[in-house]
């Protein structure tokens, strides 16, 4: 039996680390568990129990084991890892769409899908060089949203518009030098916010496409930080679909 | 000469960890300056020469040794320290506020300054217990924006209200059960923005304080970042400064 080893890229299969995410995995993407890791160390009772129970049910094979825990993770109080098979997504055509220009980061990745998920734009368009989305760093960061996102990777912005941007589809890319402040947008139905990668944000060229958006902000920073920017944008975005919703 | 030590919170020094942190570490809070230190791999060049020329002039003493990083820095490339004594904050009476209840994370602390000092509300009362703001966590995620922040803290929200609570200051706790939409609220000059803890939010007492407001996000995720619903939050308290800046 080989050992366990360290979280690549390349890999065929991606972690869920600790229990409260190993649920989320368990409820939205089941057909894609491999196994679940059990540490020693865990507190017997009933989210164990309940744990335990939901593999049986389903069918999924539970290994109790020390060993990947020392490979896989740093947290001390992860026991529970879940093993899946990455799974493939694909945009909706007319729905809103996130598209994530060389972003870098892997919490930052993990928190926009958190924040996209939230506002309802769980729809990730992620254009290379890119972070993976798989690395068990971005599904810790999402709290599980990953499990409940549609993410597709491009070669380009143009591989991405070639598929998915119809002429109906609004582009908004954010830049600091741009035309309109997103105070005043007031996007339709079919809609892509673009943010470039966290150091250099979207190259120049981007003010050509589609209508540029700036996040007014002092001058006393450089730039508002990239999940920040990504999150407020869509809150104004969906603010059609929101900003009704208290009784 | 004593060895160096890892930084605790008693300590009545901090750092800043890495060279651009260090610049505005010079820039805003010249005064409070100890000593800068140096490690042997720098890159010599225009930026090393300016560092040292910036500390000549301010008669900031340099030290030129390894042994600091290795016990401060967990960071590969970080080749300048600056240490720092720990400044005192007032909040300003009649400008805007964030308040943070029990916040824990120093990430999400540095993140928080950060757009409150963008959004030009950088007043920050924090309320016991919370995480030490002077850890360098917090002061490299702010990306040096804990300079250019007052922040004061309180033993209870009450300790705050009493020193700052005036009739005409409006106060906006944000909550999941909340009387309104943030989309729907238009502060005045003077108001408070109110957040509870990361895993706990704020304690349902809050409610009857002022006026309770929730961010409306789908029911797929239990609650947004805390860093990202403080900054939500700036973006739309803020409208009436930052909505017309465009040209």
């Given at each position: 039996?080989?050992?366990?080893?360290?979280?690549?890229?390349?890999?065929?299969?991606?972690?869920?680390?600790?229990?409260?995410?190993?649920?989320?995995?368990?409820?939205?993407?089941?057909?894609?568990?491999?196994?679940?890791?059990?540490?020693?160390?865990?507190?017997?009772?009933?989210?164990?129990?309940?744990?335990?129970l939901?593999?049986?049910?389903?069918?999924?094979?539970?290994?109790?084991?020390?060993?990947i825990?020392?490979?896989?993770?740093?947290?001390?109080?992860?026991?529970?890892?879940?093993?899946?098979?990455?799974?493939?997504?694909?945009?909706?055509?007319?729905?809103?769409h996130?598209?994530?220009?060389?972003?870098?980061?892997a919490?930052?990745?993990?928190?926009?899908m958190?924040?996209?998920?939230?506002?309802?734009?769980?729809?990730?368009?992620?254009?290379?060089?890119?972070?993976?989305?798989?690395?068990?760093?971005?599904?810790?960061?999402?709290?599980?949203?990953?499990?409940?996102?549609?993410?597709?990777?491009?070669?380009?912005?143009?591989?991405?518009?070639?598929?998915?941007?119809?002429?109906?589809?609004?582009?908004y890319?954010?830049?600091?030098?741009?035309?309109?402040?997103?105070?005043?947008i007031?996007?339709?139905?079919?809609?892509?916010?673009?943010?470039?990668n966290?150091?250099?944000?979207?190259?120049?060229?981007?003010?050509?496409?589609?209508?540029?958006?700036?996040?007014?902000?002092?001058?006393d920073?450089?730039?508002l930080?990239?999940?920040?920017?990504?999150?407020?944008?869509?809150?104004e975005?969906?603010?059609?679909?929101?900003?009704?919703?208290?009784?």
């Open positions: 039996m080989a050992g366990y080893r360290r979280y690549h890229k390349e890999d065929k299969v991606s972690y869920s680390l600790g229990i409260t995410l190993t649920f989320e995995l368990l409820k939205y993407k089941k057909e894609y568990v491999n196994k679940i890791y059990i540490h020693s160390a865990i507190k017997q009772g009933d989210t164990l129990d309940k744990m335990e939901l593999c049986k049910e389903a069918g999924i094979k539970i290994e109790y084991t020390d060993k825990f020392n490979v896989l993770s740093q947290k001390e109080n992860c026991y529970v890892i879940g093993e899946f098979v990455k799974f493939q997504g694909k945009l909706k055509q007319d729905a809103p996130i598209v994530l220009v060389n972003p870098s980061n919490g930052n990745m993990g928190t926009i958190r924040s996209s998920l939230g506002f309802g734009i769980n729809q990730i368009a992620i254009i290379r060089d890119a972070v993976d989305a798989f690395d068990p760093k971005v599904v810790r960061a999402s709290m599980g949203a990953i499990f409940s996102t549609d993410f597709e990777y491009f070669d380009s912005f143009n591989g991405y518009t070639g598929k998915y941007g119809s002429s109906d589809r609004e582009l890319p954010f830049m600091l030098d741009a035309k309109i402040s997103l105070h005043d007031n996007p339709g139905k079919k809609f892509s916010l673009i943010f470039g966290e150091a250099a944000g979207l190259p120049a060229e981007f003010a050509s496409v589609g209508t540029s958006v700036i996040i007014p902000h002092s001058a920073i450089d730039s930080n990239l999940p920040i920017a990504a999150s407020i944008a869509m809150y975005a969906t603010r059609q679909i929101f900003g009704n919703t208290v009784k």
